[in-house]
């Protein structure tokens, strides 16, 4: 069964700058999109940034899209987010999140949680002032 697996959270200093990655584990598969999400303590899951696979295009969440960036490998089927200018507001856990269809490409490309399918167990990014 196919998992998506997120790396490269950690304890990081305002200002900084930390690259996630999220890889597929087990069965290969292509995507039709992959996404970032966060979720800080008591709040609301948030959307950050989704890419489809077959374009390479990049969508984002506007407070965001300055500080961060999505980018992809196609052979290994892993997605990235590069943050930077990290401040302690961005505390959270960081989920990546593969869509199957091209059906929900416009649900995909908006962050709509529903219209992804598989979901990876989340990194946790800490930011300290």
């Known amino acids: 069964q196919v998992q998506l697996i997120e790396s490269g959270g950690e304890l990081v200093q305002a200002g900084g700058s930390l690259r996630l990655s999220c890889a597929a584990a087990?069965?290969?598969?292509?995507?039709?999109?992959m996404a970032w999400f966060r979720q800080a303590p008591g709040k609301e899951r948030e959307w950050i940034s989704t890419?489809?696979?077959?374009?390479?295009?990049?969508y984002y969440a506007d407070p965001l899209k300055d500080r961060f960036a999505i980018s992809r490998d196609n052979a290994k089927n892993e997605v990235y987010l590069q943050l930077s200018d990290l401040k302690p507001e961005d505390t959270a856990i960081y989920y990546c999140?593969?869509?199957?269809?091209?059906?929900?490409?416009?649900?995909?490309?908006?962050?709509?949680?529903?219209?992804?399918?598989?979901w990876g167990q989340g990194t946790q990014v800490t930011v300290s002032s």
């Open positions: 999140a593969a869509g199957v269809s091209r059906k929900w490409a416009v649900a995909q490309s908006t962050g709509a949680e529903r219209s992804f399918d598989t």
């Open positions: 087990g069965d290969t598969f292509t995507p039709y999109s």
């Open positions: 890419l489809l696979w077959s374009t390479g295009s990049e």
